[in-house]
């Protein structure tokens, strides 16, 4: 399927502003939802690594590296979401 039948969502064969538009939002929404869950997985998954039998400074440097970790995954997901929320109370959809 070409990427140019995929745009054109009402079938006419031409491929409108509105058409284009639509489509560039839900690839937005898409990567946005994507990031999120692999955000939500990483910080799922960190924890076992302090589980693993690796040498006490290395232990270390992950428990320092811990924090930084999780406010920056969790700024990924407030990120996507929140910016999702402004948009629908501003009244773009």
């Known amino acids: 399927m070409s990427p140019d039948i995929e745009l054109d969502i009402d079938g006419?064969?031409?491929i409108t502003q509105e058409e284009a538009q639509l489509a560039s939002k839900l690839e937005k929404d898409s990567t946005m939802l994507s990031?999120?869950?692999l955000a939500i997985t990483?910080?799922?998954v960190y924890p076992f690594?302090?589980?693993l039998p690796i040498d006490a400074d290395r232990l270390q440097t992950i428990g320092s590296?811990?924090?930084l970790f999780y406010i920056s995954m969790a700024g990924v997901i407030a990120a996507a979401?929140?910016?999702?929320v402004v948009l629908?109370?501003?009244g773009n959809k």
């Open 35 to 37: 990031q999120s869950w």
């Open 12 to 14: 006419d064969g031409k």
């Open 42 to 44: 990483a910080m799922c």
């Open 49 to 51: 690594l302090a589980l």
């Open 81 to 84: 979401y929140g910016s999702q």
């Open 88 to 90: 629908k109370r501003n």
């Open 65 to 67: 590296i811990s924090d």
